[in-house]
């Protein structure tokens, strides 16, 4: 597997074997970051937060410093830092490498962001199917409490996810870490005010917290230099199979999907690319012909796509769309939590219309996917909408074959 970075904010450390060790991370210039975060004010580290344009990589895209100075505005006895590591999205392995061969950045950043906050212990909530992870995040955890980068002040724990794909849903996540069933919370109120067990909490994505050391070290502008229009900084992309030369890539935001697919993929292995799945099966998907799109946030919401969490899946011209739409779907059935009835009971509905030789009706169809989009509690049914919406949009011609 390929391991790239034209920039390297996040991958430094991997392109040069891995820091499992706290010797080693040390030795490549890690910790300086934390030692300058506690010569700094909490007000100045959101700034320069604020200032490096820096937005949530688990998916949503939401800016981080607004997040930080939310739980940091909050007067309360006890606030959490939870790392959201569960990365479910098929086809992305960004956070499993992070966590893997370079845990202490993830460490320094969650102690980084607990100065900034006022929080006094944190959570790295890992997906159950990283047991690599895992292994090295406790061994690092255990190095970093020796060494005093962790202790009462603030302190973190590791959490095995409960094998779902819903737990990475961030309040689905919280009720998992408090030992609840793993169903989505309803807002108001916002986890930056009523989180985990209902205390303020910052919950950021793994490779949003793995670019704060080097935002501390080099500033928020020097970071906002990086990427383009919104979309600042550098973004982990997850090449998927069928590619030429499938792996993990930094880039910088603004890079064209045709660069992604041709230069850093090196193309597909197999026949012609009929579609791109960039931010998982909850977000658009795109056809070859919009290739010149630059990656960026609201340039692909533009198109009824999203950066999403970056794992980047082609098809080739040998799968038909209603193959992919019965596999979105199952997965989409196989992991709802079950909370909403149009998400629960409407998916595996929508799966089987799309089935070899099924019966299949438009009205329905679309009834279905205006029921999902518009009573769904959180992202998963809204996203599965996303999805059939790009459909209609960028390959309604096929869909039309479908229902003939
Ligand atoms: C169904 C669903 C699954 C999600 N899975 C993940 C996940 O595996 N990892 C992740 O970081 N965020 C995931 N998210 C997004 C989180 O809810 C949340 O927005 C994110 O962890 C916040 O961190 P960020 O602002 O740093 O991106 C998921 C969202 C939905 C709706």
Redesign the pocket.
């Known amino acids: 597997m390929a391991v790239q970075a034209r920039q390297t904010v996040l991958l430094g450390n991997l392109l040069a074997g891995g820091a499992r060790t706290l010797e080693q991370y040390c030795k490549r210039g890690g910790g300086g970051a934390l030692a300058r975060a506690h010569s700094m004010a909490p007000e100045s580290l959101i700034e320069q937060i604020e200032a490096s344009g820096l937005?949530?990589?688990?998916?949503?895209?939401?800016p981080?410093g607004r997040?930080w100075r939310a739980v940091a505005a909050e007067a309360a006895s006890q606030k959490f830092v939870v790392a959201?590591?569960?990365?479910?999205?098929p086809g992305?392995f960004s956070?499993r490498f992070l966590m893997e061969d370079d845990p202490f950045r993830l460490i320094e950043a969650m102690a980084i962001a607990a100065h900034a906050v006022g929080a006094s212990r944190g959570v790295i909530y890992l997906?159950k199917e990283y047991p690599a992870a895992a292994q090295s995040l406790d061994s690092a955890l255990r190095e970093a409490r020796s060494a005093g980068w962790l202790g009462d002040s603030f302190d973190i724990e590791l959490t095995l996810g409960q094998g779902s794909?819903?737990?990475?849903?961030?309040?689905?996540?919280l009720n998992s870490i408090e030992e609840r069933r793993p169903e989505?919370r309803p807002r108001p109120p916002q986890i930056t005010a009523q989180g985990l067990f209902r205390k303020p909490t910052l919950?950021?994505?793994?490779?949003?917290?793995c670019a704060v050391p080097w935002i501390v070290e080099h500033g928020g502008a020097a970071y906002a230099e990086l990427g383009f229009s919104h979309s600042r900084g550098t973004k982990l992309l997850s090449l998927n199979s069928l590619f030429r030369r499938p792996g993990l890539y930094e880039v910088e935001f603004g890079i064209p999907l045709r660069s992604v697919v041709e230069d850093l993929g090196g193309g597909l292995h197999r026949g012609q690319l009929k579609a791109l799945m960039v931010g998982?099966p909850?977000a658009g998907l795109l056809p070859p012909r919009l290739l010149d799109t630059p990656l960026g946030h609201e340039e692909m919401q533009a198109l009824g796509a999203a950066v999403g969490?970056g794992g980047v899946i082609a098809f080739a011209d040998d799968t038909s769309l209603a193959e992919i739409v019965e596999q979105v779907f199952r997965f989409g059935a196989y992991?709802s939590c079950g909370k909403c009835t149009p998400c629960h009971l409407g998916t595996p509905v929508i799966e089987r219309m799309f089935a070899d030789g099924a019966r299949r009706d438009l009205a329905r169809y679309r009834d279905l996917i205006h029921a999902l989009a518009a009573t769904s509690l959180?992202?998963?049914g809204?996203?599965l909408a996303e999805f059939a919406h790009s459909l209609e949009r960028h390959f309604a011609g096929e869909l039309a074959t479908c229902f003939a």
């Open positions: 937005r949530g990589r688990g998916g949503a895209g939401f981080t997040k959201n590591g569960d990365e479910g999205d992305a956070d997906r794909y819903i737990c990475g849903e961030e309040t689905a996540m989505v919950v950021n994505n793994v490779e949003t917290l998982g909850l969490h992991e959180c992202g998963h809204r996203g």
